[in-house]
């Protein structure tokens, strides 16, 4: 039996203080299900499947379609380099693991295109709404004179 100051940790199926398990508001008794030292080792190896080249296939290569092989062509054929800005691999998560290539596609279409990195993707999406374009040069020639 669980003292209400103890609860159990699915991962190492220890019963543990209370105090070993984070405070999570949304979870039962306002804490998480696994203990703090748990969370630490699943972090750690989720961050170490994240900066593997190449990825686990990514919900985003799931909705249009790329496989793994596609994937893995297109990393060839770019030579491990972002299709746009022509750098090698190198951004990176706060926590300091390397980012993977960002999977773009066209948003109409759905085709793949490449793989561009975190930066670029983001600029190539602002590149593809015209309109958005026109208002924020007009934005910068207000403010350049």
């Keep these: 039996m669980i003292n ?3 609860k159990y940790c699915p ?8 105090d070993d398990f984070a405070v999570h508001k949304a979870h039962s008794g306002g804490r998480k299900s696994h203990c703090k030292e748990c969370l630490k080792v699943r972090e750690r190896n989720r961050n170490r499947v994240r900066g593997q080249h190449p990825p686990k296939v990514t919900r985003v290569m ?3 379609g790329v ?3 596609e994937y893995q062509a297109a990393w060839d054929r770019q030579k ?3 299709a746009i800005c022509r750098k090698e691999e190198t951004s990176k998560y706060k926590d300091k693991t390397v980012r993977r290539l960002a ?3 066209n948003h109409k279409t ?4 490449a793989l561009l990195c975190y930066r ?3 600029h190539l999406h602002f590149l593809e709404d015209r309109p958005f374009i026109a208002e924020a040069q007009a934005y910068l020639d207000l403010y350049d004179s």
């Design 4 to 6: 209400t100051g103890e």
């Design 11 to 18: 991962d190492c199926k220890e019963t543990k203080s209370i």
């Design 62 to 64: 799931k909705i249009i």
């Design 67 to 69: 496989s793994y092989e």
């Design 80 to 82: 491990g380099k972002y």
């Design 103 to 105: 999977v773009d596609h």
């Design 110 to 113: 759905g085709k793949f295109r």
């Design 120 to 122: 670029c993707n983001v």
